[in-house]
């Protein structure tokens, strides 16, 4: 297996913009997880789901963070409109036990 | 709830020093512990885990033992190289449900030669 994989690997867009990152977890894993990782603020999970419903949003920063999960091998998290402090680097991970797999991330940057 | 804590960063040592990053965790049940590290540019990957109390996870020199009654799982190894410049993460994982995994701030170690 390719392991996680996340597409972009880097993004920079202009502030007000709808940014749209991919994730596909490891074939079999049941949990997707996505994280956001900054300087400040560390690394903070903003949803997970388990066979495909979200079952955690309770880390989404606000309202223009939106994840979707409509089928086992593909995840979005989308941020409409964009502001330049959601830049960060952010992680969608995966698995099916208590070990979870990593993607390399997306680093996101909004002017 | 649960949570964990980690030894504040950034920790700086020379080419063959003795490391250790301290970690301790809070858990309701029966917690899995871990030590993933993440290398610059890249996501966190595992370095190694252990699942019950007395258990050591072990990877590339590094080791770890579970210790329930200080509820503890502290990172060590015995030499540290350049290559191991990199964020070190505590987790722990709580049975019956995996379905989350809470990870500790992160510690930074850079080894210079």
């Known amino acids: 297996d390719a392991g996680v994989i996340q597409s972009p690997r880097h993004e920079v867009t202009e502030m007000g913009q709808e940014v749209t990152l991919r994730c596909k977890p490891i074939s079999g894993h049941d949990y997707l997880f996505w994280y956001r990782q900054t300087m400040m603020r560390g690394l903070e999970l903003l949803i997970y789901f388990n066979n495909n419903v979200p079952i955690d949003d309770s880390g989404m920063p606000e309202d223009r963070f939106s994840a979707k999960m409509p089928n086992a091998s593909f995840s979005t998290l989308k941020i409409q409109p964009s502001e330049p402090r959601d830049s960060a680097v952010y992680f969608c991970?995966?698995?099916?036990?208590?070990?979870?797999?990593f993607g390399q991330g997306t680093r996101l940057t909004v002017v | 709830g649960d949570s964990v804590t980690q030894m504040e960063g950034p920790v700086t040592l020379s080419e063959e020093a003795f490391l250790t990053i301290n970690c301790t965790y809070t858990?309701?049940?029966?917690?899995?512990l871990f030590w993933y590290v993440q290398y610059p540019g890249e996501g966190l990957q595992l370095l190694l885990k252990a699942t019950k109390a007395d258990d050591k996870g072990s990877n590339k020199g590094f080791e770890a033992t579970y210790r329930k009654e200080t509820t503890s799982f502290h990172l060590e190894k015995g030499s540290v190289q350049v290559s191991d410049s990199a964020v070190y993460f505590c987790a722990l994982s709580v049975l019956p449900s995996y379905d989350k995994v809470i990870f500790g701030p992160g510690t930074s170690l850079s080894v210079i030669p």
């Open positions: 991970a995966s698995s099916s036990s208590p070990e979870a797999f």
């Open positions: 858990a309701t049940g029966y917690p899995s």
